[in-house]
Each structure stands twice: as C-alpha cells, then as structure tokens.
C-alpha cells in the first residue's frame, strides 16, 4: 500500500470508529499489507486486494483470551 492509501485507510478507521490514536504504518519486510495500532499497542494488520478491477482492504485482527475482562465483568448488572 502506497502512503496516499495509508493515509485514506487511517482516515476512514479514524471517523468509523471515532479515535484518534488509529495509527497505520508500513511493514518493513511487506509491501501488500500494513500494521494498525491504536497509541503504542499493536491490534492488527490491513492487506490489500485488487480483483476484477476493485480494491478490497481487509482489517484481520486477533484478541487473546487473556486480554478480555473476566465473566463475572461482564455478567453482572448495575
């Protein structure tokens, strides 16, 4: 993904979910795919496809059972 295109992306991200620490940047060692962050925290990667002429960015992001709040958290009602 070229920069205009990490800057478009970033943008949309930014106003869908209403943050402003969406940051995306570049992969060293890739070029067909990017890294999302919001602050210092790594949360996923965008990769780019383009078929018959449309172009597809695809958001994959994995969220580790550690990190959720526990049940009870969750369960319980004000």
Do not use: C, W
Not at 21 to 27: A, D, H, P
Not at 31 to 55: A, C, L, M, R
Request: charged residues 35%; proline residues 5%; hydrophobic residues 35%.
């Amino acid at each position: 993904m070229d920069k205009t295109e990490i800057l478009r992306v970033e943008k949309y991200l930014r106003s869908l979910f209403r943050l402003d620490t969406i940051k995306i940047e570049s992969r060293p060692s890739k070029s067909d795919s990017v890294e999302v962050n919001v602050g210092d925290e790594f949360i996923g990667v965008i990769s780019k496809d383009t078929e018959d002429g449309e172009t597809t960015y695809h958001f994959q992001m994995a969220i580790l059972e550690m990190d959720l709040p526990p049940e009870s958290a969750v369960l319980k009602r004000p």
